[in-house]
């Protein structure tokens, strides 16, 4: 399983982090995701290349600002 990360840095309470796992976890290809508050970081798990756009698209759609990390 592959994984890709991504910083969520105006992330500020609970109900952010499950908008944010909800909003990746509906983009094709995710098996997983968890969304750490304390660190900021989002962790999708998946299987092959994942369209790491959509994943940018998914997050900023409910209004957070993603960065991805290479």
Known sequence: MNETTMTV???SCGHCVATVQG???QVDGVESVHVSL???VATVFHHGEIDRYALEEAVQA???TPELRR
């Open 62 to 64: 409910v209004g957070f």
């Open 38 to 40: 304390e660190t900021k």
């Open 23 to 25: 909003a990746l976890e």
């Open 9 to 11: 840095q105006d992330m």
